[in-house]
T-cell receptor, first 114, second 114 residues
Framework: AQSVTQLDSQVPVFEEAPVELRCNYS??????LFWYVQYPNQGLQLLLK??????LVESINGFEAEFNKSQTSFHLRKPSVHISDTAEYFC????????????FGRGTSLIVHP | NAGVTQTPKFRVLKTGQSMTLLCAQD?????MYWYRQDPGMGLRLIHY???????AKGEVPDGYNVSRLKKQNFLLGLESAAPSQTSVYFC?????????????FGPGTRLTVL
């Protein structure tokens, strides 16, 4: 079985500062990795995902995440955050090579202060 | 194209009362899911469906029942609500059951059981 650990429950940061949201996973098999974002009072929506190929994946709003197999991590980063990035961010892992429902982490609340 | 919608948005129940949460999707997705979201716990899968007329248990199915009579609808029932079922409930759907696929989430139902 797969598991996901999001080490930080809350990350406060000032606007225009860089941010990193940490995600580590545990699995004995190959995995796919996802970051979902939940804006206040909304459902989750996909931010980005790693399936194969380049270990660095990017989203359309400036976030990026790097798959690091040796460290079993998939940290999410943004060089300069905006107030509008305030949201809950969920890391998820799914076993590769078939039909498996993803396992979600506990979430990290990103709070961007002006 | 409304995506995934959930009814109702909010509900307060007394212990022992019953209710049904409705999820509808207009994307012709075969697969649908019910999750609950609790603080510090992330998302946990309650039940899911791989097609019309089929349902299966997830991680935390006890106290809930589901039905998928029509492809576009997935109902979650609480026969006798308990305070432990106070949570935010999210419905999601996906085109396929592949591990690579994205899940599309509804806006959630906030349920309080007194």
């Amino acid at each position: 079985a797969q598991s996901v650990t999001q080490l930080d429950s809350q990350v406060p940061v000032f606007e225009e500062a860089p941010v990193e949201l940490r995600c580590n996973y545990s699995s004995s098999v190959s995995v796919y990795l996802f970051w979902y974002v939940q804006y206040p009072n909304q459902g989750l929506q996909l931010l980005l995902k790693y399936l194969s190929g380049s270990t660095l994946v990017e989203s359309i709003n400036g976030f990026e995440a790097e798959f690091n197999k040796s460290q079993t991590s998939f940290h999410l980063r943004k060089p300069s955050v905006h107030i509008s990035d305030t949201a809950e961010y969920f890391c998820a892992v799914s076993r590769s090579g078939g039909s498996y429902i993803p396992t979600f982490g506990r979430g990290t609340s990103l709070i961007v202060h002006p | 194209n409304a995506g995934v919608t959930q009814t109702p948005k909010f509900r307060v129940l007394k212990t022992g009362q019953s209710m049904t949460l409705l999820c509808a999707q207009d994307m012709n997705h075969e697969y649908m899911y019910w999750y609950r979201q609790d603080p510090g716990m992330g998302l946990r899968l309650i039940h899911y469906s791989v097609g019309e007329g089929t349902t299966a248990k997830g991680e935390v199915p006890d106290g809930y029942n589901v039905s998928r009579l029509k492809k576009q609808n997935f109902l979650l029932g609480l026969e006798s609500a308990a305070p432990s079922q106070t949570s935010v409930y999210f419905c999601a759907s996906s085109y396929s059951f592949a591990s690579t696929d994205t899940q599309y989430f509804g806006p959630g139902t906030r349920l309080t059981v007194l």
